[in-house]
């Protein structure tokens, strides 16, 4: 009985989130917001779990993640159970940060963690390490400058186009490769 | 920046997003990436002189056949991998199905002849070149290919590599086909599927490196 309210309670929450993040891509801000926002949480949860050991990367890899849905949300398809879909996603990323972090700890001293050990408390932890506006900063200006108006100060594609001389599709373009541009930087690969 | 933060940047000015990126993506890469290669062939190789006699053949379709469903196939399961979360089910049957076919076909073939055709019927004329010639071609479908699965979200690199090596490496024996002079099914079974294995190959050694993200 209690395994039917709590599959209950999932399917709910899965109908819920597969709403709004449809409504989203349909163009419709609140919900599209509302969704990451639920989502960021089951994130957090679910990195949480894995990265037992690892707390201090739990909210970048939130934000990686959250990147992820974005950049990669025209992939999801309305017929596919949207868990699957994030679930699949997250753990992508999670294995993608266990190689990475593998791979470095070959290069350094392996035993050097008692230097760690002290600041690696809970607290910690709600905060990201990584400063994603500071890595805006990195990007070229024809990426940053888009974002910046567009997605931080909010204006619209034709006014960003006009504050920055380009063209309103540059602009487009701009926000969606700066945006690709900076989960690469994150990965490494830039 | 806070998750907050992110999340109120990332929604901003989201705007709505193209219904069947996926579909629309690769339908332009098959396209460009074909036209690359009957390019390619064209100035090459050339269609085989006798085609206008070759088309009467039922062989000639049968090697049509088995190399355009190897495709739909290969299209399938690289659609699948190209999205997180999707499960492949039975599209790799759907993928062996068509050189099962084919080696059954092939063993009959060889089976029925006499001995002395069987060599021939193996290699035919152009056995040292088949395989090449066919990853040759496959090749401004693979650039074409991986550059559409670059834009999804696979989350098997390897295996998504694979498979769009073996898309292009079947679009590529598609074209090819219609220079190709061998209508024999061992010659098909074994130097045509040589031949799209190469890029298959190729595929899964890029896929971890040119696929991330």
Request: glycine share 8%; net charge positive.
């Amino acid at each position: 009985m209690q395994r039917i309210q709590e599959t209950g309670r999932l399917n709910a929450g899965e109908e819920r989130l597969r709403n709004l993040l449809i409504r989203g891509l349909e163009g419709d801000a609140p919900a599209y917001h509302g969704f990451l926002q639920e989502l960021s949480a089951h994130l957090r949860a679910f990195l949480r779990k894995r990265l037992a050991g690892l707390p201090d990367e739990v909210e970048d890899l939130v934000q990686e993640s959250l990147l992820a849905v974005h950049n990669q949300r025209h992939t999801y398809d309305a017929g596919q159970p949207l868990t699957a879909w994030a679930h699949a996603i997250a753990k992508y990323k999670l294995i993608d940060l266990l190689r990475r972090r593998e791979k470095r700890d070959l290069l350094t001293d392996p035993l050097d963690d008692e230097i760690d050990f002290l600041s690696s408390s809970d607290s910690e932890a709600a905060e990201a390490r990584r400063d994603l506006g500071k890595l805006l900063d990195r990007l070229p200006d024809r990426q940053r400058l888009p974002i910046v108006h567009m997605k931080l100060e909010g204006l619209s594609v034709a006014e960003a186009a006009r504050l920055t001389g380009m063209s309103e599709s540059a602009v487009k373009v701009g926000v969606h490769r700066g945006l690709k541009a900076l989960a690469a930087i994150i990965r490494g690969d830039a | 920046m806070r998750t907050d933060d992110l999340v109120e940047m990332l929604a901003t000015g989201a705007g709505a997003v193209a219904p069947n990126a996926a579909a629309r993506r690769y339908a332009a890469a098959l396209g460009l990436g074909m036209l690359g290669a009957a390019l390619l062939m064209g100035i090459l190789l050339g269609v085989r002189r006798d085609l206008g006699v070759a088309v009467l053949l039922p062989m000639f379709w049968v090697k049509l056949a088995f190399v355009a469903c190897l495709a739909v196939a290969g299209l399938f399961v690289l659609l699948r991998l190209s999205r997180p979360g999707l499960r492949l089910a039975w599209a790799p049957g759907a993928l062996a199905a068509p050189v099962l076919a084919m080696w059954v076909l092939a063993v009959f073939a060889l089976m029925r002849a006499h001995p002395a055709q069987r060599a021939w019927l193996f290699f035919g004329d152009t056995w040292t070149s088949c395989p090449f010639l066919v990853a040759l071609l496959s090749a401004p479908v693979f650039a074409a290919v991986l550059w559409a699965t670059r834009g999804l979200a696979p989350t098997r690199l390897r295996l998504a590599g694979a498979a769009a090596g073996l898309l292009s490496g079947a679009v590529g024996a598609l074209v090819y086909s219609l220079h190709c002079p061998e209508l024999t099914a061992p010659f098909l079974a074994f130097w045509y599927v040589l031949g799209m294995l190469i890029p298959t190959a190729a595929g899964a050694l890029l896929g971890p490196r040119v696929l991330r993200w």
